[in-house]
């Protein structure tokens, strides 16, 4: 089959976030080179003025999906499941994802991991081991080939009743989340994968602002509260007898305002603050 690259990606994003939206499709135009490659978006709750930035470019197809009243990583993955199928039925011979607010940073983010697939691995994707996944790729960047999915039929459903989700989970200590089908599979069949791991040499959080393998920056934030497994596990060293609840706020005001200063900086000089983050300034 002859090489073309679907990249599903679910479009929300809030303000003041929204210049995220317009770097993640400038820095995919700009990276992917020689490389044909289709963008296939869910819009259904994107404000119809990001949906009409999305047909400025001609490499997008905005896709008609059916509504859902799941949200959170439920969403994410009802969402994702129905654009891979569409990049399929669309002649894609490899499936990508990626967040809205995750992009390129390299010429060879795709060429790489293709190259890595021709190897002998089955999937490759960012493994946030820093957030406490320990064998579950993340959607802010997958890449497989169609074969994949036709022969393994994964989801991207977080499985949070399954049985065997929930036997993986005990078994492994791997939490739960969007693409957990495909860890589910992975694990299962024994299939080796390759994992992006994080490459910063400065970080402003543990896990916002993240470059990965030298070839996908994830600002990890840009459309929900910004609390994470790794900000709770960091809470409750200090306050170990302090619910979820009561940690919430403080840990959510904090982020925000990183999340805000990262923004700001990347605002003013994009390529310059992801420099600064892969020590190269």
């Avoid at 977080?158 to 989700?165: C, K, V």
Wanted: proline content about 5%.
């Amino acid at each position: 089959m002859e090489l073309r690259v679907g990249i599903c990606v679910v479009y929300l994003v809030d303000q003041p976030f929204d210049f995220l939206l317009e770097a993640h499709l400038a820095q995919i135009e700009r990276c992917s080179g020689d490389i044909p490659i289709r963008v296939y978006a869910a819009v259904n709750r994107l404000e119809s003025h990001h949906v009409e930035r999305l047909k400025r470019y001609d490499f997008v197809t905005i896709c008609d999906l059916p509504d859902t009243d799941a949200r959170s990583s439920f969403e994410h993955a009802f969402y994702l499941d129905h654009l891979v199928g569409r990049a399929i039925r669309g002649g894609a011979s490899h499936i990508c994802t990626l967040d809205v607010d995750s992009f390129p940073i390299s010429k060879d983010w795709l060429s790489a991991p293709i190259a890595a697939l021709e190897g002998g691995s089955s999937l490759v994707g960012i493994l946030r081991r820093e957030n406490g996944d320990i064998a579950a790729p993340h959607p802010s960047f997958m890449l497989f080939p169609t074969e994949f999915h036709t022969r393994y039929r994964p989801t991207f459903s977080p499985l949070a009743n399954n049985r065997t989700a929930i036997a993986f989970r005990e078994r492994t200590g791997q939490r739960l989340d969007t693409a957990a089908g495909y860890a589910l599979v992975l694990d299962r069949y024994r299939l080796p994968w390759t994992k992006m791991l994080r490459s910063n040499v400065r970080n402003v959080h543990p896990l916002l602002g993240g470059i990965y393998d030298g070839r996908i920056f994830h600002f990890g934030g840009g459309n929900r509260d910004k609390v994470f497994s790794v900000d709770v596990r960091e809470a409750r060293e200090t306050r170990p007898s302090a619910t979820l609840e009561e940690l919430w706020p403080d840990i959510a005001a904090r982020n925000h305002q990183i999340a805000l200063n990262m923004l700001n900086a990347m605002q003013s000089d994009l390529g310059a603050y992801i420099r600064y983050l892969q020590g190269l300034d």
